[in-house]
């Protein structure tokens, strides 16, 4: 099942949707679109994981190796309405203590807003 | 002589040269045989010069005594009939031997080659004649000398002439010939030189006998002067220059005929060579076919450019499918596609879009059309829905919306590049007259089309091949190293006994377990997972395995193990790459175990004491993924004190994320119901347990999605050190 990367922009806010499988083939295309230098000048990143059904190793690197950058360049990386088994993976990683994983939209756009 | 007659038998020197190619060892002869051509060369030179000498001088001496006897007729008619035909012989010789090295396509230098050496003879005859009757006019002398003088030398060039243009006539006569045009041709050179014989022998060849005879070479010249396939082969402009040096050689056959038929049975002269009947058919020949050849190029001249097309298709059709041996890039494919349809269709504008992944369009091609163009044609098309797919619209204007366009075409043919499964780019012709794609052309156009998707689709299919041979033997490496990384043989021991499973998955690898003795009562146990696959992940492998016999040397708790792994692998990692790791120290005499998660799977635990199985959560972040100090927050130590029979069951994430068909995970939970199944089973059982129920649960299969490794530790209840 091919992954689907898509962009939602609302204000200075970029919301993108990750739809499928993020493995090692997917996660070039999150890579790039993590790596689009437009995405600096957004002051938070949502990553809508509503239908994120699977998540490799490849593709947890690619979260892990923009994390620093996000934040040296303070903006905000928020994951919310994550399947409980992929939250189960960031939890085992540790990445529940890095990043910030929320219920659901709501809740990403008040922190967003903090 | 004998030796020269050999070379007038058929086959002789071209039999003998084919054999000399066929074997190397026959070298020798092949060099023998070259050094016997240029001696024969400059044996026919001598011999034609040294002939035509003696002619001259027995005719200059026949002429001498004419004037003084007045009786016409020769000192020695055989003796001079004998150089005669020794001349003919020694020039005819001489040019088929060297209109064999003219070879190529290059039709026009053959026939330069005639005009040049052949054609020219005739107009230095006609001047040679013309200085002859201005000094005869002008001094007002008859000089009976003189003119046999004139008469010979013409006699000679005239000799020259025929000899080349028969050649070089007969080079390309015979172009594409088959086994029965060379017979045919063979037969016929045999029979002009039988001819000679008549000469020879004083014969009068036109007397009631021969004629019959005449006749039948008369229909075999014609017969022959039909091969003229080498004029199909000439372009345009080739036929219009072929034209005017064949007219120059028919001119050239007029003023020999014309001059010699002048002194037909002329008082004047000693000698006839009209009475030479070989000379006769030689010009017979040479004229029908010059004449011939003259015909068949005037009249193909308009169909020319036909014939020049579909060679031209042929040519690029042929380019196309052998780009993949020549290893050409797609570029290079779609560049010859669209010089080729441009050419066959005879576009007057026309643009090629190729696709780069789904969306993205390129213009790569784009010919006397202006972008702006292209882009409202393109919404005109979308409009219509009928964007790439076959389309040819030959009357652009009959259509309301492309008349809005305006645009100075009116024919627009749409052809898509595509397979079954793939667009690869669309085509587009247009032509600026009506009709302008007829049946043949758009046929022609989808074999280049379709030859174009072949050759894409096998370069492709190349080069994925390519890469996937050297990813197996990337692979093939990767599995060598991993496995020569994961012990062969655990010790085994008294007090706890340990099971373990290891299966590699083909693509993703980076599980990997190991331990250390650290003192007699204390065993290091590590388990890991790097991420990634393929060498690099083989190659952080090792580097753990370093990493774990390098640090636990100093014996120091799991935690700071931890920590140090962490600052020396935050070094060398990728970016994108972490290692996810247990550590556990045994110690028996204490009768505990120590433990640090670095992002590992939790640790399946089964307390004998309380009969409960459970994970044990702890926090511990994995490794490579903060590289500084404030990892040293993220990572937790527990002391657990083991019972006798307890089960500890450490894995990696290809045990929990295995799938089955329906896509669902084995998942923790069946794991721990498997261990609270089977707890009271040796390790060894209980590992087997689990195994078979996660390949119930999988199925069967041979691709693994990731490695999986399996550690069951079960601590005995009898333990004898104590």
Excluded at chain 2, 42 to 69: G, K, M, P
Excluded at chain 2, 397 to 414: A, V
Aim: glycine share 4%; hydrophobic share 45%.
């Amino acid at each position: 099942m091919p992954m689907k990367i898509t962009n939602q922009i609302k204000d200075t806010t970029i919301i993108i949707t990750l739809d499928g499988e993020l493995d090692a083939s997917s996660s070039v295309m999150l890579d790039e679109a993590l790596s689009d230098p437009e995405i600096m000048t957004y002051s938070k990143i949502l990553v809508d994981c509503e239908n994120l059904n699977y998540i490799s190793s490849a593709g947890l690197g690619v979260f892990i190796s923009h994390l620093q950058r996000f934040e040296d360049a303070q903006i905000k990386l928020i994951f919310y309405n994550m399947q409980d088994k992929v939250r189960n993976v960031f939890e085992i990683l540790g990445l529940d203590l890095l990043m910030t994983i929320v219920s659901d939209y709501e809740e990403a756009m008040t922190i967003a807003d903090e | 002589m004998a030796k020269e007659r050999k070379f007038f038998l058929p086959y002789m020197p071209t039999k003998s040269r084919a054999s000399q190619m066929l074997s190397p060892i026959k070298l020798s002869t092949g060099y023998r045989f070259m050094l016997y051509r240029t001696n024969a060369k400059s044996l026919f030179v001598t011999a034609a010069i040294i002939s035509w000498s003696l002619l001259l001088a027995n005719v200059l001496l026949a002429a001498e005594s004419l004037r003084q006897d007045s009786s016409n007729s020769l000192a020695l008619p055989y003796v001079n009939n004998f150089l005669i035909v020794i001349f003919i012989v020694s020039v005819f010789g001489y040019q088929r031997l060297s209109a064999e090295n003219l070879k190529g396509i290059d039709f026009i230098s053959y026939l330069w080659n005639i005009f040049v050496k052949g054609g020219v003879a005739a107009y230095l005859s006609v001047a040679l004649y013309m200085v002859y009757r201005i000094v005869v006019n002008y001094a007002n002398v008859q000089s009976p000398l003189l003119l046999h003088m004139v008469y010979q030398v013409n006699f000679g060039l005239l000799v020259l002439f025929l000899a080349k243009a028969f050649y070089i006539w007969r080079q390309l006569l015979l172009y594409h010939k088959n086994k029965f045009l060379q017979i045919a041709w063979d037969w016929y050179e045999i029979l002009l030189f039988a001819t000679l014989l008549l000469t020879l022998l004083n014969f009068d060849y036109s007397s009631m006998i021969f004629l019959p005879l005449l006749v039948l070479i008369g229909l075999y010249t014609l017969f022959l002067s039909t091969n003229l396939k080498w004029v199909a082969y000439l372009t345009f402009n080739k036929k219009g220059r072929s034209l005017i040096l064949l007219a120059a050689i028919l001119l050239a056959c007029y003023i020999f005929t014309d001059f010699f038929y002048n002194f037909v049975d002329s008082p004047e002269l000693v000698i006839d060579y009209t009475d030479v009947g070989f000379l006769q058919l030689a010009m017979l020949f040479v004229g029908t076919y010059t004449l011939a050849a003259f015909l068949v190029a005037l009249f193909s001249l308009p169909t020319s450019s036909v014939f020049e097309q579909k060679s031209e298709d042929l040519l690029n059709f042929q380019r196309l499918s052998q780009s993949i041996q020549q290893g050409q890039s797609e570029k290079q494919v779609y560049d010859m596609l669209f010089e080729s349809t441009v050419k066959a269709a005879d576009a007057s504008a026309a643009w090629l879009e190729i696709f780069k992944g789904d969306k993205d369009v390129e213009l790569c091609h784009q010919l006397t059309i202006e972008e702006e163009q292209i882009k409202r044609i393109r919404h005109l098309l979308l409009a219509y829905n009928i964007q790439n797919i076959d389309y040819i619209n030959n009357n652009l204007d009959r259509n309301p919306g492309f008349r809005d366009l305006t645009l100075p075409w009116k024919s627009l043919i749409i052809l898509p590049i595509k397979s079954k499964k793939h667009l690869f780019g669309v085509l587009y012709l247009l032509k600026d007259i009506e009709q302008g794609f007829d049946r043949e052309t758009v046929n022609v156009l989808r074999t280049f089309t379709n030859q174009t998707i072949l050759t894409i689709e096998n370069l492709r299919l190349v080069h994925e091949s390519l890469q996937n041979e050297r990813y197996k033997e990337e692979l093939k490496i990767a599995s060598l190293v991993q496995d020569s990384l994961i012990p062969k043989n655990f010790p085994s021991d008294s007090w706890f006994e340990i099971a373990t499973h290891a299966k590699a998955a083909k693509e993703v690898g980076g599980d990997f377990y190991d331990f250390l003795q650290l003192s007699e009562s204390r065993i290091a146990i590590i388990i890991g997972d790097v991420s990634g696959k393929g060498i690099s992940a083989a190659f952080h492998m090792a580097q753990m395995k370093g990493i774990f016999h390098g640090l636990m040397q100093q014996d120091m708790p799991p935690s700071e193990f931890m920590k140090q792994a962490n600052s020396a692998l935050s070094r060398c990692l990728e970016k994108t790459s972490f290692i996810t790791s247990a550590l556990y120290i045994i110690d028996y005499r204490m009768k505990g175990f120590m433990f640090a998660r670095a992002g590992h799977c939790h640790t399946l635990y089964y307390n004998s004491m309380m009969e409960d199985t459970f994970y044990f959560q702890t926090d511990g972040l994995g490794l490579g993924i903060i590289r500084d100090k404030s990892y040293n927050n993220h990572v937790r130590e527990m002391y657990y004190d083991y019972n006798p029979t307890d089960v500890m069951v450490i894995y990696t994430d290809g045990i929990v994320e295995a799938r089955n068909k329906e896509n669902d995970e084995y998942g923790e939970d069946r794991l721990r119901y498997m261990l609270t199944q089977t707890y009271h089973l040796e390790a060894e059982d209980i590992k087997c347990a689990i195994i078979n129920d996660l390949e119930d649960f999988t199925g069967p299969t041979d691709n693994l999605y990731d490695d999986q490794t399996l550690l069951v530790i079960k601590f005995k209840p009898t333990q004898p050190s104590e």
